[in-house]
Structure formats: structure tokens, C-alpha cells
């Protein structure tokens, strides 16, 4: 008898544990998505411009399970304690649906990830940035998002163009359309600026002499930030789900074995 | 004077290269006609160039050219006490087979303009005139990198021809204008040197070699066929990690 107690405590304890350790998973989970949904680094208007943001919807969700996985930890430990098989069943029950939602942001993060590439970015720069007034008020709200964030990524990150400043020589765009290539071979902000905002040397910089423009691609600057919120979200959501695999079966086979 | 000089000088180097003189000196005999951002290559460059790749990398544009000024090319024909100007002249290399003359009967330099020739399609154009550049001083190219000196040294080494649209929109500009160019088109340069008193062409360079213009592609055609990205930089990691082992 002595011995199936100890054995029901040390049972107990194990689930116990994977319950602590699911809700601060669970605190963890709604900090990191509370993080990537600020957007810190401005590249949202990007996202919505392609139309397909889905890794910020993944990071949403994964604010309310995190949430979830806080509150029906507890009730996993209360049910645990008490073996209670009524409180048992409701939080496997809402433990499978979280994990289900869980299951589907991680997916959703992972596989829309692999959608940045440089060609989109650069597409969706050639034909927004600076576009004169577009047709109607959805199309207008996304350009300029566009606009904005672009002037601001060259600023930061002293970068120009996607893959460099050749973007703006290699294709048409909507900024050809405005300014002419003789007065501006890329946008202003490619050049080298000074304290006003002014380039240092604009001669220079239309010629493409080194030191006067920015030479390097802005791709680095955008998918750095955009990899590391789908990874983020992606990897610690599966890892978490795989420990609340493990505790739920523990939990079902628990609840079987209690007495009525 | 200067083109039965230059006659003379062809002639002695045809005789050179049969040989009749040691190679050293043949070499020496070609620096005459050599730019000074050129030294130590045996360049014959009589005709206009592009401005130095390593200097200006954006050249040409889809409208714009930036030639370099003709430093030392025409100092066998300049006198001194005498005023001379430099005008340089345009034209798409399809009108070559039509016409490139850039002198009348009277050997004055022929003042035809942006809008006269069609764009330069019908025969060559006059997009500007300048000073003869100072061949004693050229400018120190490494200036650049100071940001004080860079616009400076940048006018007097280079002409950007494209450079202005404004007179194109003024219905009333009859001068000489010197607007964009077409994009994905070849055009040809020529710089005549001409006395300010007599208003005569003392001398001119060859055409220069065919230079085209950048073409821009449409953006619609860019791929953004994720399955195409995805296996390039899977290839790529198995290509780094395979080397990395080896």
C-alpha cells in the first residue's frame, strides 16, 4: 500500500511539474508575441502591403494561448492535487483546443516565412515607394506605409534598394515615373546625409562615387527582424507543444486511474 | 595645321610598329597621346571616354553619359595668347550612316540643337561647350574622397551629358540644351576644339567608341516563386557545409 502511495505522490509531483513548467512556457509564449506584435522595428506596413501577414496573425494567437497556457496550468495543478476527475476532464479538454490553436499558429509562422523572399520586397518597393496618387483609399494607405518605411529603413540602416542601389537603374517604378533618372538615379535617401538631412555631395552621389551613397541592400535589415519573429514563434511554440504532449498523456492516464 | 600634324603622327607610328625602332622607345612615342589618368598604359585614347568605372560607378545611366573631359588632346594644336573653347557633340549611332559632320564648308562648327536633329537621330547635335581643361594641372582624382574638394574635382574631371531637362519644357529655348537621353540606345561623342577669334574648328577628336544606355526592366516580370528561392538556398547550404567538411 505504502509503496503505490509513494508511487501516486511521485506521479502526482511529475504532473505537477510539467504543470509549473507549461505556465511559465505559457508567460514566456505571450511576452515573446507581445514583442513581435509592437513591431519595433517598423517593418509592419511591409507585411501589409504584400498582403499576407500572416506572421503577425501566428504571433496574436500566440498572445492568447499563451494566456491559455497560464490559466489552465493552474487548473491542472488544483485538479492534480485534489484529483478531482470533473476538473481533470474540463482541462484536457481545453488543453487539446489550445494546443490545436498553438498547433496552427506555429505552422502558420513557419511555412509564411518562407514567402519573404528578396523579389517580393523588391516588387512590392518598385511598384509603392513614392507612388503618385493611387486609385483607390486601400491602395493609397499601403504606398504610403511603404514610403514611410522605406525612407525610414535607408536612414537606419544607411542601406538603399533591396539588393543594393542598382535596383533603382535596373527597373522601372513608380519613383521613375515622378523623378527623372538625370536628377535622381535613386531616391535622395540613398546618398550619404548630413546633420539637416541634406546629401553631403549630391554630384557624387548621382555618379555612384564611393563614400557619397549608400551601397549595401536593405534586405539584410528587413528579413533579419522578419526571420527572427517566425523562428521565434514557430520553434518555441513547438517546443512547448511537445512538453505539454508529454504532460497531457501523463494527465489522461492519471485521470483513468482515479477512483470514484 | 593640327590634322596635317596628326597625319604626320600616324605615320610615324605605322613606321614604328614595322619595327624600325626598339620597342622602349615606341613606347614613349605612344605616352604623347595618352590621358594623364592613364599613365603607364599605352592607350591611344584621341576620342572621348567614359569617366573612370572605379570613380564613378553609376555610369551610364538609363539617360545620362559622364564623359571625361578631353584633358591633353588637343594641346598640340593649341597656340598661345589665343582663346579656344571645347563643344562637344551628341548623336545615336544610327545616324552615322546618315551624316556626322560636325563642321559646314567653311570649316565653322555646325550649331545644331537637341530639338534640330531629332534627338541626334538625324546628325549630331551640340549639347555644350566648355574651357579647354588645364592639361598642366589635371585634377587629383583621390580629392574626392574629401568631401570639400569632391564637387570641385567632379566638374573639372567629368561632363555629365543628360544632365539638364529644363530646356526641353521652355518653348522659347532655342540654345543649346542639353537634355536626357534615351534609354537603351547607343550614341557616339565627338569634342571639337574651335578658336573663340575666328570661330573656326582647329581640331577634333575620332567619334567615340558606341556607348549605350542602361535598359530598365519591367518590375511585373520579377519571379516571386518562392519554390525557385527555397531550392537555391538549400543548394547553397549543401554546397557551404559540403566544402566546410571537405
Redesign the interface.
Known sequence: MAKTENGVRIFQGLLILGNVVIGMCGIALTAECIYFVSDPHGLYPLLEATENDDIYAAAWIGIFVGFALLALSILGIVGVIKSNRTLLLVYIILMLITFAFEMASCITAATHR??L????F??QM??KYQKPEAGNNNDKWMSEGVTKTWDKLMLQNQCCGVNG?SDW?????AF?TTY????F?WPHNCCVLDSQGHP??L??C????????KSNGCYAAISGPMNRQAWGVAWFGFAILCWTFFVLLGTMFYWSRIEY | MGDLQQELKDLLAFVFFLGLVPAGLRHVWLLCCVSPFLLGTAVCSQKPQL?DAQ?????P????V?LEKPFCMFDSSLYPNRSYTIYLYVMKESASAMSSLVTDDSNKPLGSTFQQTSRGQLRPYNAAFFDVPDCAVPPRLAD??S?VH??YV??QY?F?V????TCLYDPNFLGVCNP?LA?DTTYRFKYVLVDNSEGMVKDQTLWSDPIKT?R?????K???C?LV??LLTGFLASVQSFSDTK
Open positions: 518562407d514567402f523572399t528578396p523579389n517580393l523588391l516588387k518598385l511598384e542601389p537603374q535596373e527597373y522601372t517604378s521613375r527623372s533618372d538625370a536628377d538615379p553631403i555631395n554630384d557624387g548621382k555618379l555612384g562615387v564611393h563614400g557619397f551613397f | 569617366g570613380l564613378a560607378t553609376n555610369n545611366t538609363l539617360t545620362t559622364s574626392v574622397r568631401f569632391a564637387s567632379l566638374k567629368l555629365r543628360g544632365d539638364d531637362g536626357p534609354p542602361r530598365a526592366k519591367l518590375p511585373m520579377i519571379d516571386t518562392v528561392f527555397l
